[in-house]
């Protein structure tokens, strides 16, 4: 029997190192029933258990139309997420999820997209590029602007240039250029001002850190953006997934079952600034 406060066992397929401290864990559950009715939503999140370590949440961040795996891009920041980074193939893990809402994709159809993210803020947004990306017929132009610290830090670059070629238009900034470096410099909202898309058939899709998003949704409402066009994850101090701990309470929400997606509109309610 599954219940959403006991981890089931999963094991790792594969493990791949993005940047110096980042790596993409590939899963899957040990129980093959289980693996083939898995599904989620863009956004969404799971609770993975390191055991003898804790549990962390973790937005998916493979496309939701691969459903033989799941994958998690992880930095490592913190005692969790250090014992992840140990993680070999083979090794277990444990998983509850999905949780929460995402984004509400079947709403975007006939819609521009633009994708706004700052650093590891890209992952959420990976699968809801690839849901984009592999029901293309049925989205209208999409953009993708990334900003980082440095071209070090850069997630899925070489995703990134393939997506470049299927069609989507796609622009990185970095605060911090190498010598090397030839691409745009500062924050990702100076590349607004290249965006072909009108804000009237668009929606915006956003994550990174709290101050990106804040600034992000000023500029976009500059615009003309309206705020039921724009969605942005809200990942704040998520602990059961399920709303018993009430760490992630703001207000009368829960950022677990309540987001962790957000529309702007949805934001100004709460008691905290945009996030």
């Known amino acids: 029997m599954i219940t959403p406060e006991k981890p089931e066992l999963a094991e790792v397929l594969e493990v791949k190192q993005e940047t110096s401290d980042t790596k993409t864990f590939t899963v899957r559950f040990e129980n093959p029933k289980r693996q083939k009715k898995f599904f989620f939503v863009p956004g969404k999140f799971m609770m993975v258990t390191i055991f003898g370590f804790g549990e962390i949440p973790l937005s998916i961040s493979s496309s939701p139309y691969k459903t033989g795996f799941m994958s998690f891009t992880v930095v490592n920041v913190g005692n969790v997420t250090n014992a992840m980074h140990s993680l070999k193939k083979g090794d277990q893990l444990g998983l509850r999820g999905p949780f929460g809402n995402g984004f509400p994709m079947q709403r975007f159809r006939k819609k521009n997209i633009l994708f706004v993210c700052g650093g590891c803020g890209i992952a959420p947004l990976r699968s809801a590029i690839y849901a984009v990306r592999e029901k ?71 994550c990174g850190p709290p101050v990106m998003i ?17 969605f942005a994850s809200l990942e704040r101090m998520m602990q059961c997934g399920v709303g018993y701990c009430s760490h992630c309470n703001i207000g009368n929400r829960y950022a677990c079952i309540d987001g962790p997606i957000f529309n702007a509109a949805e934001l100004k309610e709460l008691p905290v600034k945009e996030e």
């Open 214 to 230: 804040h600034f992000a949704l000023i500029e976009l409402r500059k615009k003309g953006f309206k705020d039921r066009q724009m």
């Open 136 to 206: 293309k017929e049925e989205f209208g132009k999409v953009e993708l602007m990334f900003g980082c610290k440095n071209p070090q830090s850069i997630l899925f670059s070489q995703e990134m240039d393939q997506w470049g070629k299927q069609g989507i238009s796609v622009q990185t900034t970095v605060d911090k250029p190498s010598p090397k470096w030839a691409g745009n410099i500062g924050v990702v909202t100076s590349l607004f001002k290249n965006s072909v898309l009108s804000p009237e058939n668009t929606v915006a899709l956003l």
